[in-house]
């Protein structure tokens, strides 16, 4: 059975940072990759970034670029999201998502593509 964990949200004021945590169990990492969205109130989820274990190819959306990273630890089974100069707008509930693609590439970057969830982390920036 896949389980990912998030852990790391909190609250923060403008301008500050987070590192949120995704660990995971039941799968073999290196043959996955791990998706981060996130869900505002009353908007769709969107996806943010975006790993491979195997191959470290990352992929970020628009609005996060230069402020978030993303990064894998494969001995931990542990993704990061590494949220730095956050924003009012970045305010949501954060989810990490696991798909096996041992090659990902950029083309998997829709919700149906990612088939185990963890159960999100709530993550609010003051202004």
């Known amino acids: 059975e896949v389980q990912l964990v998030e852990s790391g949200g909190g609250l923060v004021q403008a301008g500050g940072s987070l590192r949120l945590s995704c660990a995971a169990s039941g799968i073999t990492f290196d043959d996955y990759a791990i998706a981060w969205f996130r869900q505002a109130p009353g908007k769709e989820r969107e996806g943010v970034a975006y790993i491979s274990s195997r191959t470290s190819r990352t992929d970020y959306e628009d609005s996060v670029k230069g402020r978030f990273t993303v990064s894998s630890d494969d001995a931990k089974n542990t993704a990061y999201l590494q949220m730095n100069s956050l924003k009012p707008e970045d305010t949501a509930v954060y989810y990490c998502?696991?798909?096996?693609?041992?090659?990902?590439?950029?083309?998997?970057?829709?919700?149906?593509?990612?088939?185990?969830w963890g159960q999100g982390t709530q993550v609010t920036v003051s202004s």
């Open positions: 998502a696991a798909g096996r693609y041992p090659y990902w590439s950029p083309t998997y970057n829709r919700e149906s593509d990612f088939d185990s």
